[in-house]
């Protein structure tokens, strides 16, 4: 801190404390040779007794013990000197401020600072924009933005839209722009006539991006649906999640960002969501059996007799399907993406282990409704009909979409499901679990 009265007076009273005790040194010498001046009372007893103390002084000199026995003797007689001055000159280190005249930051504020992963890549390569006209990287700064990758027909996105859809709502006058980009799996999910009844349904009122050639997809690196990126107001990527899960934590990262942005007063606590039907959450402590597709690109576990016949009309049996095997019968000809019924009253057949089962269906060519029935067991489903049939297992396909046709609402165990459609035309694409 330099030179002040402070220092010179603390320098002072180590020179005060350091004379001290050389003084005292020389004091006791002096008395201790006087002593044995008088009862040696010979010189010669005197010259050995110097000639050893000067041998003794030059061993501690070689050695640095003189240092060490100045210090202790320093230090032993001139500490409470020094520490009262300090004491004196030196003020008390400050008390924290009370509570009634200072706040404690927010847990926003105490949150771990989130990593720069990236830049917002361009939103240029939508074919098409529903509920926004085009949105734009440059357009959006200043704001906090959550992109979303779904696509219309995945269970997992599905389930996840409750809360983007919520997140949208709760912080959309706080500086959150909310967009869905998008990204069709099957080729009927690229028919935007399509994507915009489905938003309908769902309810989903913020931007959509059309991302028929997956510019945006690729634009991002993405792989997953649903994917979400979390951009602050300065266009950085600072948060990704993938799959379903972990809602809260990508809440209190939109307040993070919302908060960093300088938006003042951000709502807090977490969204209250009420997911119903085929968008309620799985049971996944139970879900034993993955997806499963039917056409022949990706198809696993087929176990109808005789395998595939692509692409041409072929009369199939069921098999005996064990657990997550599925087989066909009646008159279907299967494709790289689906299975399509040629005659009426052909079926699916799955041996499966979830609470809920869907199935990815699509009415005839012609657009014309086909009637189903569904069995559990060999039983009518009651009460663990899903949204999409009734306790007697009676539905019909009247768009391409995601049908729930069961949800059992006992005990969940190996349940063997078949679907019987009772007119021709259907598309069948995946089955789903949850």
Known sequence: NGANTGTSVLLLAYALGAATSLALALLVGGRVFKAMKRSLGVGEWIRRGLGVAVLAGVAAIALGLDTGLLTRVSLASTTSLEQGLIDRLQPAPASPPAASVAMT?????????????????????????????????????????????????????????????????KYKDQGLVVIGVHAPEFAFERNVDNVRKAIADLKIDYPVAIDNTYAIWRAFENEYWPAHYFIDAEGRI??????????????????????????KDVAGGLATVDARGAEAASDQADVRSPETYLGSNRAENFVSPGGFVQNASHVYAAGSPRLNQWGLTGDWTVSGEHAALNQPDGGIVTRFHARDLHLVLGPAADG?????????????????????????????????????????????????????????????FAFTFG
């Open 105 to 169: 930051g927010s847990p926003a504020m105490k949150a771990p600072a989130l990593p720069v992963l990236g830049t917002f890549p361009s939103l240029s390569g939508a074919v098409d924009w529903l509920n926004s006209p085009p949105l734009t990287v440059e357009g959006l700064k200043g704001k906090v933005v959550l992109v979303d990758f779904w696509t219309y027909s995945c269970i997992n996105c599905l389930r996840a839209i409750p809360y983007v859809r919520a997140w949208a709502e």
């Open 238 to 263: 600072r948060h990704e999640h993938f799959g379903e899960g972990d809602y809260d934590q990508s809440e209190r990262v939109i307040q993070q960002l919302l908060a960093e942005a300088g938006h």
């Open 368 to 428: 014309r409704p086909v009637r189903f029935r569904v069995t559990i067991d060999g039983q009518a489903p009651g009460d663990s009909h899903g949204t999409d049939t009734d306790a007697a297992g009676q539905g019909t396909v009247t768009g391409q979409r995601l049908y729930q046709l069961v949800r059992q609402d006992g005990p969940v165990a190996d349940r063997t499901f078949e679907i019987r459609f009772l007119d021709p035309g259907v598309q069948a």
